[in-house]
């Protein structure tokens, strides 16, 4: 029997027209742009019903409540589908691939976020074939997880990261192997196993948490961050040069963190580097971070550190929990 994947369009390029501000998205168009793609009727491909949500959105116009409304729409269905494709804009789709992948609570199906870079109505669009074989990728349910599919790599969701603005080969997961790369092909690769929790299939939907995301650069003014970190801010991610350090002259920032900490924000120190680790406490110029009361983000990418601070929060943890709960691997979303 032919499997059944349900496709969900919540914006981006793959389904925007022109107009004289630029791309845009368009209710009730790609369905009929769709129905010309005679490859979408080849044997090869699995059964699928098309679900527009409304209003479409540039992804860029996102935020929690959008991937709460895709997670409701997923979750709607979940039971009657044996596969899912999300079509979303490229530009937070790493977010939105992060969010679900905590959300989606003992998920046992794929979800494959894919879009393109040149919408489907363009000739050169790369729309078809990150359709296609995110259809067949979803068929074949080698990764029940969420994931992203984009110019021939299939990346976790939770890894994975916007990498050019204009290439085809957009997006990449530095840290965490490829789980396919569709050549002439789709050649499953092996991957690091996500911890399985052994749980019935739930949506989390998340809560409005005020996060913030913090970068370090060279000669930054600490009085701005000393308005910035706040007790309003519930979490913090501090993006520090390499593997976690933070200019230490003038000890300016340090008492800035603790004071942020004690007031209960939980402060997670990631890289700027998309490759590599933090590790706290390697050099001078990153163990007091630690001593401050700040957790390491470990290999984990911005738009994960960012995702799984809002989940731990709306899960009701208290500051020591999610401390910990930081650290650990939940969705394969850090390597130790
Ligand atoms: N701004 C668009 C979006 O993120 C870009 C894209 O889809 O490629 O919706």
Not at 138 to 145: C, T, V
Not at 186 to 204: G, N, Q, S, V
Not at 281 to 297: D, I, Q, R
């Amino acid at each position: 029997m032919k499997k059944k994947i349900c496709l969900l369009h919540t914006g981006g390029t793959i389904g925007m027209i022109r107009s004289s501000q630029g791309y845009l998205p368009k209710e009730h168009y790609l369905e009929t742009v769709l129905n010309t793609i005679e490859d979408l009727k080849n044997e090869a491909m699995p059964d699928f019903d098309f679900f527009e949500m409304s209003p479409l959105l540039d992804s860029s116009d996102m935020a929690f409540e959008d991937w709460n409304r895709i997670g409701y729409e997923l979750s709607l269905r979940y039971n009657d589908y044996d596969g899912f494709v999300v079509l979303h804009g490229t530009d937070t789709m790493a977010y939105t691939a992060s969010a679900l992948s905590f959300m989606l609570e003992g998920l046992n199906k794929p979800v494959i976020l894919t879009g393109s870079q040149i919408p489907l109505c363009e000739v050169r669009s790369d729309g078809r074939d990150n359709l296609v074989t995110s259809l067949l990728i979803a068929q074949d349910a080698k990764y029940p997880e969420v994931c992203l599919y984009f110019g021939g790599r299939l990346l976790r969701g939770n890894r994975a990261t916007k990498m050019s603005a204009d290439g085809l080969l957009a997006f990449d997961s530095p840290n965490c192997p490829h789980l396919a790369e569709a050549g002439i092909e789709i050649r499953y690769l092996p991957a690091p196993k996500t911890p399985k929790a052994e749980r019935d299939f739930k949506l989390c939907p998340l809560e409005n948490v005020p996060i913030g995301v913090l970068k370090v650069f060279p000669g930054i003014s600490f009085p701005i961050f000393d308005k910035l970190m706040t007790e309003k801010l519930r979490g913090i991610v501090l993006e520090t040069f390499g593997a976690g350090n933070i200019p230490n002259e003038g000890n300016a920032l340090l008492p800035i963190i603790k004071r942020a900490f004690e007031a209960g924000s939980v402060i997670c120190v990631s890289s700027q580097c998309p490759q590599g680790t933090v590790s706290l406490g390697a050099y001078k110029t990153s163990s007091p971070l630690k001593e401050a009361g700040a957790v390491s983000a470990f290999d984990m990418t911005t738009e994960a550190c960012v995702a799984k601070l809002y989940y731990l929060f709306s899960k009701g943890y208290n500051k020591e929990e999610i401390k910990h709960l930081m650290e650990e691997n939940l969705r394969g979303e850090l390597t130790h």
